[in-house]
């Protein structure tokens, strides 16, 4: 089930997954501006002032393009880190609160008071979940739709197949439900709706666009990697995610060390903060999908391409029903 704004103006039933370092205005506007959900993680500006001013940027560009051309755009939103050691949390919702932002994804916690701040000016809550406890705690917190994070997705991801745990999910929970890993052709996006989700949650591919902020070489290691190269570890922030292995390898970490997690700290302290953004920044993270990544595109460009893979792919299905 759709949140009503979103299906007013998608052209692809698609998010853009905020990505560390990576997501900024360019990619956010895009990503609207041709039917897909922007998104981008609070803690990308290194302070609540900062944040304000990506917020008014994207409103006022987004803004234009609506007045220019006559049709909406496609919501954006915002990637919170609900944490104890995000010192921010509270003075970024209230940025949140101030700019009514449309759509607000929570990590790393479901807090009722945050989302209910949300639906005061009538926006949407998401969180992700990598278990069906937290599936169920998010739900008892109020929230509007469920990131499914399943095996395979680039950053924080899960270890569960997507077919059992949407099918698990949907038995207490019927509103949005949204799923993430391995998703990068518009193939996938439909293989995501067979499965029973609403929307499709992609990061990795966007990572290979013109618009995100990610580094050249960065997006060419997307482009000659495979599965192989995917390796999932606690070691970078305490937090189980997949990373490139020849980054991992650069960085001086071997297998040995892949093994063992750090402590979670998304910013209790200034260094604290600049460490988690240095280990990111050398450190790539990236999802199984990378198997289907094979150039780097503008944002506008990629979305054409999805769009036109999805609607191949529900055509095929749809041929299906006269020979089954």
């Known amino acids: 089930m759709l949140p009503q704004n979103f299906s007013e103006t998608l052209s692809l039933p698609a998010v853009a997954a905020p990505m560390f370092l990576i997501s900024g205005p360019d990619l956010v506007v895009e990503c609207c501006k041709n039917g897909v959900v922007g998104t981008f993680p609070a ?24 007045q220019t051309n006559g049709k909406p755009a496609a919501p954006y939103g915002v990637n919170l880190i609900v944490h104890k ?53 998010a739900a008892e917190a109020g929230v ?12 924080h991801a899960g270890t569960l197949h997507p077919m059992a745990f949407v099918n698990e999910v949907k038995q207490f929970f019927n509103k949005t439900i949204l799923l993430s890993g391995c998703i990068s052709t518009g193939r996938d996006v439909a293989s995501a709706l067979q499965i029973g989700a609403d929307l499709a949650y992609m990061g990795t591919r966007f990572i290979n666009t013109k618009e995100s902020k990610a580094d050249s070489a960065y997006q060419e290691m997307i482009v000659e990697s495979n599965t192989n190269d995917i390796v999932y570890t606690a070691a970078v922030s305490g937090v189980n995610a997949n990373f490139l292995k020849p980054s991992l390898e650069a960085a001086g970490l071997t297998p040995e060390l892949w093994s063992k997690a750090g402590k979670i700290d998304f910013g209790k302290e200034l260094d604290a903060a600049q460490a988690e953004a240095k280990a990111w920044k050398t450190i790539w993270s990236a999802g199984q999908g990378v198997t289907s990544i094979n150039d780097v595109l503008s944002t506008r460009q990629l979305i054409d391409n999805l769009k036109k893979e999805f609607r191949t792919a529900i055509e095929e299905q749809y041929n299906l029903l006269h020979k089954y």
């Not at 509007?144 to 950053?155: P, W």
């Open 43 to 66: 803690l990308n500006q290194r302070s609540t002032e900062g944040f304000e001013q990506w917020l008014i940027e994207i409103e006022n560009r987004l803004s234009g393009f609506v």
């Open 144 to 155: 509007d739709g469920l990131i499914l994070v399943c095996a395979g997705a680039g950053g």
């Open 85 to 137: 050691t995000n010192p921010r949390l509270y003075a970024d919702v209230e940025m949140i609160v101030k700019h009514k932002v449309p759509v607000v994804i929570t990590s790393l916690g479901a807090v009722s008071d945050i989302v209910d701040a949300v639906h005061s000016y009538g926006g949407v809550v998401f969180h992700d979940v990598i278990s069906k406890r937290h599936a169920e705690k």
